[in-house]
């Protein structure tokens, strides 16, 4: 087979003797991400990031959690804060948090109960609630805010299930001996509209909610009042998902995570700006835009190690107090990789 003068210098690396020394290699990095509107600047190009190839790949959420950790073709992308946090506590390193938070939620307008309940936040203990799911990220959430009720989690009946759909939750954690899963052949709000459950946590509104017509309702209908008053007790705006890549990653490119830190935050800007700018998603989102400015800062969505060292930290005594881990771990454990690179320049 005969090759030709180039592909023989390209082959043998001599491709660049007597000319320019060859451009440093850009890395390639494929993210798999929820399609959240807040990334709408990197999704269409708008901003593109510098110091590195970035596909964008978007998707349902389920899908993109699954591929971010498990698909061999992709680099890394959202996951679950909780399952970081149990691979840290069980030793496995495979994965390298960069403190990027896709997903935040407060968590009080997640719970639900049927029409007509007299039920209030601090009136759950001795009763049965259900859960999505024991051993996930906003289960945790929700446990933290029955502690910021005085409620002891320990001392309600949870029933794991789906939600609308029965369904058996596989449990990335033993179950303590005051949760059960559901019967099979039973969704959480089937159990719920029975009276076999007195209420449950969903982080998707269930599909029999109205909040008038019911038959399932809020608990606390005009929930933003509260949550805010949460947010000034706590400081908490509960993180969720974060950013992560694959530790063969990581280790060709320690650099990239200040350089995806920074990107993150250029297309967080660029979000709020618009936001700020053309507030007219809804009729009054402009009020609501002021009045979470005069709240939570304007940055209150803003990435970070520091900015965001106190919701992590609370997220992971919370999952301590759970016994979803067997240790305490630090904040610091949690991004150690970023800090030991991100020493050289700001985090």
């Known amino acids: 087979m005969s090759v030709s003068r ?3 210098f390209i082959t043998t690396g001599l491709a660049s003797l007597g000319t320019k020394a060859a451009a440093p290699q850009v890395p390639e990095i494929a993210l798999a991400a ?55 506590d069980r030793g496995d390193r495979s994965l390298v948090a960069i403190p990027v938070f896709l997903l935040r939620n407060f968590t009080l307008r997640d719970l639900y109960v049927r029409s007509g309940s007299t039920l209030t936040p601090r009136r759950l ?19 933290q805010l029955l502690r910021y009720f005085d409620q002891d989690p320990k001392a309600i009946h949870w029933v794991v299930g789906g939600v609308d ?5 596989r449990h990335r954690a033993p179950l303590p ?18 009276g076999a ?28 009042p509260m949550e805010k008053r949460y947010f000034e007790d706590t400081a908490c705006y509960p993180t969720q998902h974060v950013l992560v890549l694959r530790r063969e990653t990581w280790e060709r490119g320690p650099e990239l995570g200040p ?3 920074e990107l993150f935050q250029q297309c967080e800007s660029r979000f709020q700006e618009g936001v700020h700018h053309f507030p007219y998603s809804t009729p009054w989102m402009n009020a609501e835009v002021e009045e979470t ?37 630090t904040v610091e454990d949690y991004f150690a990789e970023f800090l030991q690179s991100a020493r050289k320049g700001p985090a």
């Open 6 to 8: 180039r592909q023989f």
């Open 34 to 88: 929820s399609d959240y509107l807040r990334f709408t600047p990197l999704a269409t190009g708008d901003l593109k990031p510098t110091g590195v190839n970035l596909t964008w790949i978007r998707g349902p959420r389920s899908e993109m959690l699954r591929r971010a950790t498990s698909d061999p073709d992709v680099d890394g992308g959202e996951t679950s804060m909780l399952g970081h946090l149990l691979r840290i």
């Open 125 to 143: 203990e001795g009763r049965r609630v259900g859960i999505y799911n024991w051993a996930a990220s906003g289960a945790v959430w929700y446990r």
């Open 165 to 169: 759909r029965a369904s058996r939750v």
């Open 177 to 194: 001996p005051y949760v059960s899963d559901a019967p099979e052949d039973k969704s959480l709000s089937e159990l719920l509209r029975d």
């Open 197 to 224: 459950i007195d209420a449950m946590f969903a982080p998707l509104r269930p599909q029999h909610y109205h909040a008038i017509n019911g038959p399932i309702v809020r608990l606390v209908p005009d929930f933003r």
């Open 259 to 261: 350089r995806l830190l």
């Open 293 to 329: 400015d005069l709240l939570m800062g304007e940055d209150f969505h803003a990435h970070g190690f520091e900015k965001n060292r106190h919701e992590v930290d609370v997220f992971c005594r919370s999952a301590f107090e759970d016994g979803l881990t067997k240790r305490r771990v």
